[in-house]
């Protein structure tokens, strides 16, 4: 069957990625990319696909109802793949209105879109929603959340997106509307933009500035690979049935401090530094405000169900994630560039001992 999907936020970090499979794998599928392009959407990231033939962006605003209506009534997309999100917990500390907007407001917008063009139809139109761990909250040192885990979120972040799921959801059991959601850990790999822990360590490693850790460095996270992450979403979107949640990790726990060592001895490696070189850059600042302790993702239900198992080991995945960057230095400037800067300043002014 011949299928026209939507992807929002197809500019972003996992979008990207999601987008450049789907066009590889499916030639018989329309992908429309819709982005508004905020300072975490950047072209550059589909460069390698943008022609291909069954691939258009649109830029837009998934706040905008009246532009959303128009769109769906423009392209009747058979299906969407909701990824556009703000997505950066310490933004979200700072500015949380925004993300209420996007990730609330731009969610509602786009299920009231699919309810009102699909009505009569469910059945063979899908909306899947990418959501988070974050929604389940903090573990402590034991456990890991499923399917069932009671929502407990911390940040306005999480709490944003736990919101959009009970949406996504109250459409599924009060309209009926096929939808699906998966939450997934924490992602890392290329075009993931230096405000997340991993890209920024890099970025700051490279150009010999300190490396930033919150707190004592204690908190956990639960790391996949992001293209392992868009193969689960291909498998999901596919397979699953309506109404239906999937979690998704790499049972890949790193203790931040942890991680960060062995970020230090890959980029002293790569980069043919002295061993010890790039951990004394490590500075411990002030810890994030409502800092979640640990996360963790059971993802046996995907595994067992729709047969998905991670493809690369993280010290592989992290090495990989080191190259790109350092062989990708025009990508990295070029987000680095203007406004970054300003953000860096405030951002870690504020969490300065
Ligand atoms: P990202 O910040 O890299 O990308 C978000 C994209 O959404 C950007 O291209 C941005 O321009 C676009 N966007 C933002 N506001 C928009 C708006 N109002 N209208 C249209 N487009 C808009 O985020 P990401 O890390 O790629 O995350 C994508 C999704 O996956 C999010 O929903 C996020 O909650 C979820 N997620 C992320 C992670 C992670 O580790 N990064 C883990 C699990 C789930
Ligand atoms: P981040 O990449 O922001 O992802 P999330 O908060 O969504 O898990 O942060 C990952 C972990 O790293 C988290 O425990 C916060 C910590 N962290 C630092 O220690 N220093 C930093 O500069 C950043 C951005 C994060």
Known sequence: MRKKILITGGAGFIGSHVVRQFIKKYADYQIINLDKLTYAGNLLNLKDVEDAPNYRFIKGDITDAAFITELFHQEHPDAVIHLAAESHVDRSISS?????????IGTVNLLNAAKEMWKGDYANHRFYHVSTD????SLGETGMFTETTAYDPHSPYSASKASSDHFVRAYHDT??????ISNCSNNYGSHHFPEKLIPLAINNIKNNKPVPVYGKGENIRDWLWVEDHAAAIDRIFHQA???DTYNIGGHNEWKNIDLIHLL???????LGREAGASAALITYVTDRAGHDLRYAIDSSKLQNELNWTPSLQFEEGLAKTV???????EWLENVTSGIYQDYYKEQYAEHEH
Do not use: S
């Open 96 to 104: 949380p209105m925004e993300f209420v907007m996007t990730n609330v």
């Open 175 to 180: 309209y009926g509307l096929d939808v699906v």
């Open 241 to 243: 049935k309506a109404g």
């Open 323 to 329: 190259d790109w960057y350092l062989e990708n230095e």
């Open 264 to 270: 230090c001895r890959i980029m002293d490696e790569k």
């Open 134 to 137: 974050e929604v389940y909250g």
